[in-house]
């Protein structure tokens, strides 16, 4: 048994040194996939070359019976709010396409009843579950280009905790050379830091539904994302899966993120915990805490928001579900 034991240890260790070996630089791997992300997003837009007119019929307070004339194709549910007022265009969050959530980028493709949503709606749960997505979303870019490029980080999963979990989170696989790293405060503000700076640049989640095989392109370089991308197809019944861009950054999600980077307000890193060894190396959990504008906090509630939101999460276990946090990873981070 022993014996056994240790051939595991060192199959893992030299497979993932091979692996590293092999794997693209950083920028590379980025510039990849923004390549194809870019090629299906022209293929898509391509796909409407006259201009055709859809009816949009608004729902909301103070929207009732307003009929808009927009671009099949081209609309979004952000052209339409452009269309109403300022109000309309800072406070969206997401949008309901004929009962359907919508991010607010991706384009109309035919004539639809559309109810924009925001923090303030009677009943926010589904834009809050959204913003929790989109927090997690923007960790993990800050993770992915948080280390230095001698060392390689693999983003796992994103578990779709609740808000009353007190914090978001996203489990990545560090290089093993990082196994014994312990991360410091300084660390966790080194990423609050690099989180902020996407907040303030305001960058838009840009949505992409594909086929499998398109997504399989985008994460070639990633056997995690790869499962994940099929896992995701399967419980789809369009059998397609949705992408966004942030920035130069791609990613995979399994629900509708919220506009863009700027609706952040407060937003802090709080912890880094090790989850131990999975499939995929030695495996972490990144966990951070964020309040939208128009909800802040005082300090006073912040800090004990925050404590709360430095205990480890644990995800719920849901009867469909086929991996676990600790299976749902690819390859290791950056060192810092």
């Known amino acids: 048994m022993t014996t056994r034991t ?6 893992r260790r030299f497979s993932s040194t091979a692996a590293a070996a092999v794997r693209p630089a950083a920028a590379e791997v980025r510039s990849h996939r923004n390549d194809v992300f870019s090629r299906e997003q022209a293929r898509q837009r391509g796909l409407y070359p006259r201009i055709e007119k859809i009816e949009v019929s608004m729902n909301g307070p103070g929207l009732h019976g307003t009929l808009l004339i927009m671009n099949k194709g081209m609309s979004t549910p952000l052209s339409c709010a452009r269309h109403l007022t300022e109000y309309h265009v800072n406070n969206s969050v997401l949008a309901l396409v004929d009962g359907e959530l919508w991010p607010l980028h991706q384009p109309l493709t035919q004539s639809c009843s559309l109810t924009l949503l925001t923090f303030k709606d009677n009943d926010p749960t589904q834009v809050n579950q959204a913003y929790w997505r989109s927090c997690a979303a923007l960790l993990g870019q800050v993770l992915e280009t948080a ?27 560090l290089d093993p050379q990082l196994d014994s790293w312990t991360p410091t405060d300084e660390t966790l503000r080194s990423l609050t830091r690099g989180a902020l700076q996407l907040v303030q640049q305001d960058l838009p989640w840009e949505p992409l539904e594909v086929a ?7 994460f070639s370089h990633s056997r995690f994302k790869q499962k994940e ?6 419980e789809n019944s369009k059998g397609t899966v949705m992408l966004y861009r942030c920035g130069d950054h791609v990613l995979l999600s399994g629900g509708p993120l919220v506009a863009r980077t700027g609706l952040c307000s407060q937003y802090e890193v709080t912890a880094l915990h090790s989850l131990g060894q999975g499939p995929w190396g030695f495996h972490r959990r990144a966990q951070g805490l964020s309040l939208p504008a128009q909800l802040m906090a005082h300090h006073t509630v912040w800090r004990k928001l925050r404590q709360r939101a430095e205990k480890l999460v644990q995800e719920p276990r849901n009867e469909g579900a086929t991996e676990s946090p600790a299976s749902d990873s690819s390859p290791p981070p950056s060192g810092p």
């Open 6 to 11: 240790v051939c595991r240890f060192l199959y």
């Open 147 to 173: 280390f230095k490029d001698t060392y390689t980080v693999e983003l796992l999963s994103t578990p779709e905790v609740p808000v009353t979990a007190g914090a978001f989170c996203c489990d990545v696989a």
């Open 212 to 218: 499998p095989s398109v997504a399989l392109d985008v």
């Open 229 to 234: 991308v099929e896992r995701f197809a399967a």
